[in-house]
């Protein structure tokens, strides 16, 4: 697991949800060369909005291609994300991280991680890049590096090309960045932000709730950047 | 990994695909007392007859719940079962294990797992049955005893469940059976195998095609256990 972008000019897969961090990690990507195919998913969250986003987000940042793929976690339930379960509204960011909250959409990150994989496999990509973040996160378990590392090294047992001797790697560049040092550094790749939706919870017109835990963080990163 | 299944009165998840492997799985798994919750997936597999089939299985074999959840494996390509790629006809069972086959989809059993950790996580279940054989098999890498081993490790780095000290168990009760003794285990435990489909390119029918590797298999199965 590499959290560190080095030079490259070789097919990548990017997680893409809409949101700033992700829309970062494709940034970092470009610039160390990487030619990009954004993959993002419809799973039945309320904050759907964040497709739309996803697709400004690959155009204006120059990825190669981006598929949307279904699947339908919504059926499985068990989550603030896609059931009928309120959304936590008002926690300040020092008591996240502290207990796992009923955002938490179970097994989420290693559904996606799959299906990225199939794709960069089909692809014939050996690089995958997640905007997974350790620090200034909601407390989700699927975010750890200990966690991506098991990843990795399941992704080359569980594949033809793992196998075969062409192993994946999974970058994960913001692992220890905080909010506002993500910010920076997508300003610095003069990412537009305001494309981005990060919101769990948004109103009909897609507008951010304010409350919830990504917008409390998102905002803190935006004022700790000195851009708030 | 488990490959012995002990008694049990808890709730566990099933991967049903309506073939005859998977459908002897959830035998086991009830005759040893587990209360069985069955997961199917809708994955544009050319072979979506299968699905009839698990519904008829779930519920032939007192399974306590069954879904389906729709996953756009399609969308990403690059299989003989789920793109526009001819399923290969007539190989011998001998010559099956030596490559990995085009009827491969890449990830598949991690998507189908990372789905079957998320619905055991959301049930309060704690042990996922997979009919995974790493005999009398198509040579598909996810299909193997390190492969499983490594994705119970990943389940409890994944979830709040492992993180919080209640750990996944994967179980693979056929991983070193032989076809024949597979079907011998299921008729002992009254398994009417003319519910199951296993066909990787049945015709608009649903009829089975008779010479792909999964019926080959199959077929083989059936000859040695002495009921063919």
Known sequence: MQTTVQ????????????????????????????????????????????????????????????????????????????????????????????????????ARNTVFLSLALGYAEVLGARDIFIGANALDYSGYPDCRAEYLEAFERLANLATKAGVEGSPFTLHAPLLRMSKAEIIKEGLRLRVDYSMTRSCYDPDEQGHACGQCDSCVLRQKGFTEAGVG
């Not at 990017?14 to 494709?26: E, H, K, P, Y």
């Not at 009928?84 to 300040?92: C, L």
């Open 7 to 106: 030079k490259a000019s070789r097919k990548a897969v990017i997680l893409l949800s809409g949101g700033l961090d992700s829309a970062t990690v494709l940034a970092l990507a470009r610039e160390a060369g990487y030619v990009c195919h954004c993959i993002s998913f419809d799973y039945g969250q309320r904050h759907r909005v964040e497709l739309e986003a996803a697709r400004r987000v690959a155009s204006a940042l120059g990825a190669a291609g981006h598929v949307i793929v279904p699947v339908g976690l919504d059926v499985l339930g068990g989550s603030a994300l896609t059931a009928d379960i309120a959304v936590p509204k008002g926690r300040s960011a020092a008591r996240m991280g502290a207990d796992i909250p009923v955002t938490y959409v179970p």
